[in-house]
């Protein structure tokens, strides 16, 4: 069963970087893509962008210029760095697999999710 | 960007009901859409994908439909545990949008 798991700082400064990894278990990073998506407190759900196993990468526009994920295929893991952040984002950072409806098809449905991580920004 | 918008945004029904759930969006996306469910403090779990296919594990107690702009979500006979809220989500283009949620509470 692929099981994934974020880590990283629970509080990060206002204008500092967020940075959170997602260890793949289970099975390997080296297919399908990889997203972060984030809920802010009492909110609904916002994706922030993937990476393929390739290394190429797709942004949500409204973060695009903050916004950093890479791929470690060798730790089966991947990143998320989010710059210069602000209270706004502060939300339960969730990473998930994109898997395909079929095979090679172009729409994807997020099958497996990590269990969220509180990331608060403050001083 | 893709708008999603659900109604309702909150419902109150009775264990056994049948409940529909609606996801509109402001350009057509084929069937490239999907519903979630999330209870409280928990990540979200895939129920439909590609707007009408179960997925694995599911009940069959849920279904979906639609197509192009217009797509439902049905609870045939509502149980305690589905007392969450569920959410849609698009995967036509990027940003891949979801709805603002619509959250199935107790009468």
């Known amino acids: 069963q692929v099981q994934l798991q974020e880590s990283g700082p629970g509080l990060v400064k206002p204008s500092e970087t967020l940075s959170l990894t997602c260890t793949v278990s289970?099975?390997?990073?080296?297919?399908?893509?990889w997203s972060w998506i984030r809920q802010p407190p009492g909110k609904g759900l916002e994706w922030i962008g993937y990476?393929?196993?390739?290394?190429?990468?797709n942004y949500n526009p409204s973060l695009k210029s903050r916004v950093t994920i890479s791929v470690d295929t060798s730790k089966n893991q991947f990143s998320l760095k989010l710059s210069s952040v602000t209270a706004a984002d502060t939300a339960v950072y969730y990473c998930?697999?994109?898997?395909?409806?079929?095979?090679?098809?172009?729409?994807?449905?997020?099958?497996?999710w990590g269990q969220g991580t509180l990331v608060t920004v403050s001083s | 960007d893709i708008q999603m918008t659900q109604s309702p945004s909150s419902l109150s029904a009775s264990v056994g009901d049948r409940v529909t759930i609606t996801c509109r969006t402001n350009q057509s996306i084929r069937s490239y859409l999907n519903w979630y469910q999330q209870k409280p403090g928990k990540a979200p779990k895939v129920l439909i994908y590609a707007a009408s296919s179960l997925q694995s594990g599911v009940p069959s107690r849920f279904s979906g439909s639609g197509s192009g702009t217009d797509f439902t979500l049905t609870i045939s006979s509502l149980q305690p545990e589905d007392f969450a809220t569920y959410y849609c989500?698009?995967?036509?283009?990027?940003?891949?949008?979801f709805g603002q949620g619509t959250k199935v509470e107790i009468k």
């Open positions: 998930a697999r994109g898997s395909p409806f079929y095979y090679g098809s172009s729409g994807y449905y997020y099958s497996f």
């Open positions: 289970g099975g390997s990073i080296s297919s399908y893509d």
């Open positions: 989500q698009q995967s036509y283009s990027t940003p891949r949008t």
């Open positions: 990476i393929y196993y390739s290394g190429s990468t």
